[in-house]
């Protein structure tokens, strides 16, 4: 009958059908691959929002383009992950349960529990069929881990014996995973983590496309935000750190330094609303410094203080070259008035003292940017230190040890790298108790902010110590099990390997440079995993090279020591300067020194993050 089509006609429709389909594909593919060749995003864009569908291989090929856009607009696009239909269809189900719209009257419905085994019960019949047990596990291994599609590392079967024979490596190389939660990753793995480079779509449609290191964004990377604005530059553990462009949601613009996710250095920052350009220094994300340019032709320069108040020394130059210059408190709503063409008519904005107007030339202007907008582009880096040297009078466990000379070359060496006498505190002897020494190293952490650098040096003994914590943690206390850990020995009691790890947190939390220097035979825990956004560098007895517990050590043993060699290193640097960067080349250099002796080899051992610090460089 007319408009009915037999079962073999309609199997070949169907075959035909799918096979234009399939040429439609290649096609669409082909051609978003030749734009993505190219480097024409509007292209891609445009085809895209015709309804072309990425495959797998044009993500890999946006992951390669220097366009980093390229790689955020595809890998937000579910074709592109190639994951199984199947599989997608109730991932896309558990994220929408986790995540449930509104109702028309506004109210916020609760997410479903997709754990329980009656909500995976419904979803995996749903998918495969009523009293389903293959796909209530399929659901659960979903609901948990995720998908995960692509390489993973080789499997040594002479030494990794599989526990059972669904076992799997770590992800290793290429691979697309999609979160429980509702992330997306795209890119490179290594040893189960993201490495190398990667494209992220986060759930709230942010994206995250550059370098990764140890699962952390690290290296060159471009941040899209959920609210339109966009980062693009240097990561260092997840944070903007560098140099970096931020494009606000508002047209906004800064180009400049970051420090620890806050604007830090030397930047410029262009203000659409206000129509003025700001080029100055920022510290820990507050202006500190400008020269600021209005759209009338106005320029003022001058530092700012809290809530980036325009206040204290600076000038304003009119767009007819007359200038005020003097101490001053204005509003930035200065920025918005519109300067006057008569210099007798003209009125700086604020309230000024000590100068009348008069003209001004280039080369006071470019005086002027450097003394009051930062024109030098040196921000002020705060370098404090601490010297404990405690005195060990009688023998006991160990033997006496007078550190005092070593104390005074280390202070000798801090003063000769720039650093001033009164930013120098020394406890030695007696004053150099537990108590003591961490209020003294509070408190330095406490006047310090990003970049500033910290110079905390030890000399003396350690101990190993019953590791209390971990005995209570366990509910019991047994002297013949309990573990050890290190100490620090000050003149009245031990600061443990814990109490350090504590200590070194603070400067962590304000994105100090901290630089442990340890001439002791002390490796703890606490310097062997410095944290991220901050960089610990210690130096200590290697382990192998440890005297025995209670072992026969003089203070002969220290006549040629670490703190000797970290000295020779760095008055043998050509003008030497006090920063994180000099410390760190004096270890480097120091190590070179260190000779074996027959009885003990003390070596400076270097525990550091990034060993070679490329990322302080710019600021450091």
Not at 122 to 139: I, R
Not at 376 to 390: E, M, T, W, Y
């Amino acid at each position: 009958m007319d408009g009915q089509v037999d079962a073999g006609d309609a199997e070949a429709l169907s075959k035909v059908q799918a096979q234009i389909r399939g040429r439609n594909a290649r096609k669409g593919d082909a051609v978003l691959l030749k734009a993505i060749a190219q480097n024409n995003y509007p292209q891609l864009e445009k085809l895209m929002a015709k309804g072309s569908q990425p495959n797998p291989e044009c993500l890999v090929a946006a992951l390669q383009s220097p366009i980093r856009a390229f790689a955020s607009l595809l890998v937000a696009n579910q074709n592109s992950w190639g994951v199984d239909p199947k599989e997608l269809a109730i991932w896309n189900d558990i994220i929408a349960a986790l995540n449930p719209k509104p109702s028309e009257e506004d109210e916020e419905p609760e997410p479903a529990d997709v754990e329980s085994e009656e909500w995976q019960q419904q979803l995996a019949e749903k998918h495969f069929g009523e009293g389903t047990k293959d796909g209530v596990y399929v659901v659960r291994r979903i609901a948990k881990v995720g998908i995960y599609v692509g390489e993973r590392a080789e499997v040594n079967k002479q030494l990794d014996e599989p526990g059972f024979d669904a076992q799997v490596s770590s992800r290793e190389g290429y691979g697309v995973l999609l979160s429980p939660q509702g992330d997306v990753y795209a890119g490179q793995w290594l040893a189960g983590k993201r490495q190398g480079l990667g494209a992220y779509c986060y759930k709230n449609k942010s994206t995250y496309v550059g370098y990764w290191k140890g699962g952390l964004k690290h290296g060159n990377g471009r941040m899209v935000y959920a609210d339109g604005g966009v980062y693009e530059g240097d990561w260092r553990y997840n944070k903007r750190h560098g140099q970096g462009v931020y494009t606000y949601a508002n047209g906004d613009l800064h180009v400049g330094a970051w420090f620890t996710g806050k604007k830090h250095g030397r930047g410029k920052y262009t203000s659409t609303q206000l129509g003025s350009r700001f080029v100055g220094m920022w510290r820990d994300g507050e202006l500190e410094k400008a020269s600021v340019k209005s759209s009338d032709g106005a320029t003022f320069l001058s530092g700012f203080a809290s809530k980036q108040k325009p206040e204290g020394d600076g000038a304003f130059i009119f767009p007819s070259g007359a200038m005020v210059k003097g101490s001053h408190k204005a509003k930035f709503e200065f920025l918005n008035e519109q300067g006057e063409d008569e210099e007798e008519d003209a009125k700086a904005p604020g309230q000024w003292t000590g100068s009348e107007i008069s003209d001004a030339d280039r080369t006071s202007i470019f005086k002027m940017a450097a003394a009051y907008g930062g024109g030098s582009g040196i921000l002020d880096q705060h370098k404090k230190a601490i010297l404990i040297a405690p005195d060990y009078a009688t023998r006991g466990t160990f033997p006496a040890m007078d550190n005092g000379p070593i104390c005074s070359n280390l202070k000798e060496l801090c003063i000769e790298m720039g650093l001033v006498e009164e930013d120098i505190l020394i406890l030695s002897g007696d004053e150099a108790t537990k108590e003591a020494v961490v209020g003294a190293i509070e408190t330095l952490a406490m006047s310090l902010g990003p970049a500033d650098v910290a110079f905390i040096a030890y000399v003396g003994h350690s101990k190993y110590l019953l590791d209390l914590d971990a005995a209570e943690a366990a509910g019991e206390y047994d002297p013949a099990t309990t573990e050890l850990e290190e100490g620090l020995c000050m003149s009245d009691e031990a600061l443990s390997n814990d109490d350090l790890a504590e200590l070194i947190k603070k400067f962590s939390e304000v994105s100090a440079h901290l630089f442990l220097w340890l001439d002791t035979c002390f490796s703890g825990a606490c310097i062997k995993t410095p944290m991220p956004n901050f960089c610990a560098i210690s130096s200590g007895l290697a382990e192998p090279s440890k005297p025995e517990e209670g072992s026969s050590r003089t203070s002969a043993f220290f006549t040629d020591n670490m703190t000797q060699w970290l000295d020779t290193s760095i008055r043998t640097r050509p003008g030497g300067v006090f920063t994180y960067q000099a410390l760190y080349d004096g270890v480097i250099a120091a190590q070179g020194y260190a000779t074996k002796r027959e009885a003990n080899f003390q070596m400076p051992t270097m525990y550091c993050l990034d060993p070679d610090l490329e990322s302080y460089k710019a600021l450091a």
